[in-house]
C-alpha cells in the first residue's frame, strides 16, 4: 500500500487490529479469534501437540464438530465405514483431552462447520476465523477475516492462537445493479470466477461490494465468500452492515445486550475507507448475469446456461486447448454443443456452499407441484441439524419427499463423497457445491456446478435447463 | 521436519495447469490419522486403473520417473482443498521440491512446512526443465537452496526467490510452533487489550 494514503480498505482494518508483533522479514504474527475444527485435518495437529507436551492455548476459542465423514442416513445406527469412526472417534477423544466445546455427531446443531460457525454466532465480524478447511472463506461473509488452513497450522494455532502470514494483496469485486429473476449468489459467483479464473485471487483477498452484494441476504454472502478459494483467494469478504447484525443478533454465542451494541459500533467502523487502496479491481454488471451452470473439471470452466461448450480450436496455447479436450473427454461431452439439454443421473443440494434454510427454500419454489425425473438420484442435504429442523418446520421437508427427493441428516456428503455419498463412475450431477474437480464427488463422477434452483430444475426435468422458463411457467 | 539444503534428483515433467489437491490425493484417502503412508495413493485416479493396476502412460508410472525427487508443472499447482495430505502424499511419494509458474496459496504454504521446496518460475524456464526432465535418469537437476540456484544437466544456473525466513527454517529443519512461542509475552499482552473486550469466550458445557 502506498505509504502516502491512510485510507485502509475492510482487510486493512482486521489485519491491523490482530497483528501480535510484525518479524523483521515482514511476516507477521497473527492473533486467531476463532479456531474451528473437524476431524479430517486434525488428527495429526494434536497427535503433534501431544508428542510435544504442549497444551492448547485457548480451548474457549476453538470450538469442533464432525461434518466430513459422518453418514446422513440413519444417525441412530453405528457409523459402517471403520476409518470413518476411526477418525470421529479421534476427535471426540482429542476434544475431552484437550478440553475443547464440541458439537457431537447426534447433537440437534451438529453440521458443516461453516454452517454451524455463523448460525451459532461463533463467527462473528471483525474476527479472525481459521478451520483446516480452505471453504472457511464462507465465514468473510459476516466481515470477518476467516481462512482455510493445514493441519501443521492448525497445530500452530491451537498451540499459540497465532498464525504466521504476510498481508495479502487487497481485491475489490463489485458487482453493480440488480441481478434478474433467477440469478442467485451462486450464478454471481460463478460469473466472477468464470471471470477472473482460479488463479485469479492468488495472494489477494477480495471484498465483495457494489449494490447487488449490498442486496444479498447474508446466506447469499455466504455462497459468495465460501467461492472465494475457486477464485484463488485466501479470503472473501463482505463489509458488515445492518443485515449483518440483524443477523447475529441474539444467535447463542454471539454479544448480548450492551456488549452488542458496542460490537455494532466498532464492526460500522472496519467498513473501506474512501479512497482505500485496491491491488486489483474488477466490476461485473449484474444484469448480464444469467443462471449458470459449469461444463468441465475447474471452476472457472463456467457457462450460462444458454452457452455451448468450448471446443479446444477456439484456443492458440496448445497446452490450453488439450486442457480442454482432456476435460470434454472427463465429462463426456462434445465441442460446441449445447449445454442445457444435458440429461442428469443425480442432482445434489447441499454442502458449505447452498445448504442454508435460504438455499433450501429457492430449490423447493422450484419443486412445489412437480415430480423428481424418471431415473434420477435427487438428495437434500442440509447445512445442520437446526437448518433441517427449521426446513421442517416450514414444510419443505414434505415438499421434496412428495416430490421423490431424499431427506437426509446434515453434512458434507456428496460434495466431497468422504462418507457413502458418491457418485459411481460415469454418473453426471447437477451440484449445488463447490468443485468440479476430476474424482470430486466419487471416481470418475461428472459434476456441473449450480445453484440451488438450478438443480432443482434439473432433478425435476432430467437436464440441465434454464429455471426460468419452469418458474415463468408458474407464474 | 527435514532439512533442505540441496537436492539432486530426477524430476518428473507434468505439463498440466491447475493440477488441484484432490488430484495429488482423493478424498477418499484422508480417513488416516497419520501423516505418513500416503504415497502409494498420491494421483491415484491418473495412476491407477479401476482394479488397481498402475496405468503405464502416467508418469509417475515410468522409469526413472517414479523415483522422481522433484516435480514441475504448469501454473496453479496445488489449488483446491487445503488439505496438508497433498504434500504429506508427495513427500511419502519422494518429492522434495515442486516447480510450476504459480502456486496456490495453501498449497505453496503446506509445502514449507513439510519441508517440500516450492519453486516459481517464469513458464519459459518450467518449458525448459521439462525438456531436461524428459530426458530421464542421465538428466538430474541440482537444487540448492543455500546459493538459490538450480542447476542443469547443461551446468547452466537458474536463480530462483524464496521468503529468507521460510528459507531459513527449511535450512535448518526448524518448527515454527517453539519459534511462535518464544513471543508468549507478547501473545498474552495482546490477550489483555481492552479493545478486545467484545470478543465472547465459548465455555465448554454450552456447547450441545
Known sequence: ???????????????????????????????????????????????????????????????????????????????????????IETLEKNVAEFGIPYFPLRSASQGIVHVVGPEQGISLPGMTIVCGDSHTSTHGALGSLAFGIGTSEVEHVLATQTILQKPAKNMRVSVEGKVGPGVTAKDIMLAIIGRIGTAGGTGHVIEFAGSAIRDLDMAGRMTLCNMSIEAGARAGLVAPDETTFAYVKGRPFAPKDEAFEQACEYWRSL??????????????????????????????????????????????????????????????LEAGQKIAGTPVDVVFIGSCTNSRLEDLRAAADVVRGRHVAEGVRAMIVPGSG????????????????????????????????????????????????????????????????????????????GRLCDVRELVKETV | MDKFTELTAIAAPMPTENIDTDQIIPARFLKTIQRTGLGKSAFAAQRYDADGNEKPDFVLNQDPYRHAEILITYDNLGCGSSREHAPWALLDFGIRCVIAPSFADIFFNNCFKNGILPIPLPRQICDELMDDARQGSNSRLTVDLERQVIVRPNGETIPFEVDPFRRHMLLEGLDDIGQTMAHDAEISSFEHRPARAWVPSITIGTVK
Request: glycine share 8%; net charge negative; with cysteine.
Open chain 1, 1 to 87: 500500500m502506498p505509504v502516502t494514503n491512510s485510507s485502509r480498505t475492510l482487510f486493512d482494518k482486521i489485519w491491523d487490529d490482530h497483528v501480535v508483533e510484525r518479524l523483521e522479514d515482514g511476516t507477521c504474527i497473527l492473533y486467531i479469534d476463532r479456531h474451528l475444527v473437524h476431524e479430517v485435518t486434525s488428527p495429526q495437529a494434536f497427535e503433534g501437540l501431544r508428542l510435544s507436551g504442549r497444551r492448547v492455548r485457548r480451548p474457549d476459542a476453538t470450538v469442533a464438530v464432525v461434518d466430513h465423514n459422518v453418514p446422513t442416513s440413519d444417525r441412530s445406527k453405528p457409523i459402517e465405514e471403520p476409518q470413518s469412526r476411526l477418525q
Open chain 1, 386 to 461: 437446526l437448518v433441517k429442523h427449521a426446513a421442517e418446520g416450514e414444510g419443505l421437508d414434505k415438499v421434496f419427499l412428495d416430490a421423490g427427493f431424499e431427506w437426509r441428516e446434515a453434512g458434507c456428503s456428496m460434495c466431497l463423497g468422504m462418507n457413502p455419498d458418491r457418485l459411481t463412475p460415469g454418473q453426471r450431477c447437477a451440484s449445488t457445491s463447490n468443485r468440479n474437480f476430476e474424482g470430486r464427488q466419487g471416481p470418475e463422477g461428472r459434476t456441473h456446478l449450480c445453484s440451488p434452483a438450478m438443480a432443482a430444475a434439473a432433478a425435476v426435468t
Open chain 1, 271 to 332: 467498513a473501506s475507507d474512501e479512497g482505500a487502496y485496491f491491488d486489483t479491481e474488477v466490476t461485473l454488471a449484474a444484469e448480464e448475469i444469467i443462471p449458470s451452470v459449469t461444463w468441465g473439471t475447474s471452476p472457472q470452466d463456467v457457462l450460462p446456461i444458454d452457452g455451448s461448450v468450448p471446443s479446444p480450436s477456439d484456443v492458440a496455447d496448445p497446452a490450453r486447448a488439450a486442457q480442454i479436450q482432456r476435460a470434454l473427454d472427463y465429462m463426456g
